[in-house]
């Protein structure tokens, strides 16, 4: 019986020449593999000179009317908080986002990354309502995920009294959020809804194994490596527990057996970042199983660059081709 052989991994694959000496400057300011176990509490502190966007922000001159509101958690469990940013001129019930943030399951609230995904709905008029999850290791799994479910069939059921249609709700996260969007995803197709009209999912963290070739390859490099990769899924699973047997889809919906029966799917990832193969092996397994997903792997891009460096041309690129799918699946 001959051994399995296993392709040797190569030097990282090159930033992109706009993008890199941005990825040198954050690296001075925070290190890649900087999130550990004993220091997550002083990674959730503010980042000196970011401010969170207010409410005033969110409302874009009045476009937007900014609400966050209190509704039932999963069950027997706290309340969870929705912020709503919902188009106040819609004479008739528009589309919507729902927005999971980023942040290694570990950081972030509902205002991280808001900003971004308002960005993209407000040209296409389209409600954001993003929702406050319970964060690990405080919380592990399934507190985040459920957290999540229980806003989505919320605001679903409250649909008609938001001026949204419950039959056009995108599920969108970015990083943790997206890999949060895809478990909800598998909740709602597995539990009988609510209906989800396409899944938008950015860099999206899937695989608690954590050992694909552009783990290794972007060790100690970019932004989020495979060291604080492990720290956020430990924090989410216990300790010892990623990458073991029995990790639920739910957890890491790159573990799911059966991809079949989702919405329509967008996934885009950079070629240096950690999650490249993962990201790219479940958008693959959505087409083996018969569905559709879109993917964009951008030559050069770190994780989050579109974020913290918008004006670049790959970024720009980015944002406009996420806005272009969206059309698509909305006919607007």
């Not at 188009?87 to 980023?102: E, L």
């Not at 406050?132 to 592990?140: I, K, V």
């Not at 039959?167 to 990083?175: E, L, N, T």
Request: charged share 20%; hydrophobic share 45%.
């Amino acid at each position: 019986m001959s051994a399995h052989i296993v392709d040797p991994v190569g030097p990282p694959p090159p930033f992109d020449p706009e993008l890199a000496p941005v990825v040198e400057m954050l690296g001075a300011v925070r290190a890649p593999d900087a999130y550990r176990a004993d220091n997550i509490a002083e990674m959730r502190a503010p980042v000196p000179g970011v401010r969170a966007p207010t409410d005033e922000d969110l409302a874009r001159g009045g476009a937007y009317g900014v609400q966050q509101r209190m509704v039932p958690g999963p069950d027997g469990e706290p309340d969870i908080s929705l912020l709503m940013c919902l188009p106040k001129h819609a004479a008739t019930p528009t589309a919507a986002i729902y927005y999971i943030h980023g942040g290694g399951m570990i950081v972030g609230d509902n205002r991280f990354g808001l900003v971004e995904m308002i960005d993209l709905a407000e040209p296409l008029g389209l409600a954001v309502i993003s929702v406050e999850y319970r964060l690990a290791p405080e919380t592990p799994h399934p507190g985040p995920v459920a957290d999540c479910y229980a806003g989505l069939r919320w605001t679903s059921a409250h649909a008609a009294e938001l001026n949204i249609d419950a039959q056009r709700i995108v599920i969108a996260g970015a990083s943790a959020g997206a890999g949060l969007a895809a478990g909800v995803t598998l909740m709602a197709r597995d539990h009988d809804g609510p209906a989800i009209f396409a899944q938008l999912l950015q860099s999206p963290m899937l695989d608690d194994r954590n050992d694909s070739p552009s783990a290794h390859q972007m060790q100690g490099l970019g932004i989020w490596d495979r060291s604080s990769n492990r720290t956020g899924w430990n924090a989410l699973l216990g300790d010892g527990v990623p990458g073991g047997a029995d990790v639920p889809a739910y957890a890491a919906p790159a573990r799911a057996v059966d991809l079949s029966g989702l919405p329509p799917t967008f996934i885009d990832v950079g070629t240096a970042e950690t999650f490249r193969d993962e990201d790219v092996a479940y958008a693959s397994r959505i087409w083996q199983a018969g569905g559709r997903a879109e993917l964009h792997v951008w030559p050069g891009g770190f994780h989050g660059y579109d974020v913290v460096a918008p004006h670049a041309a790959i970024s720009r690129d980015t944002i406009a081709t996420r806005a272009a799918w969206l059309r698509r699946q909305l006919s607007i």
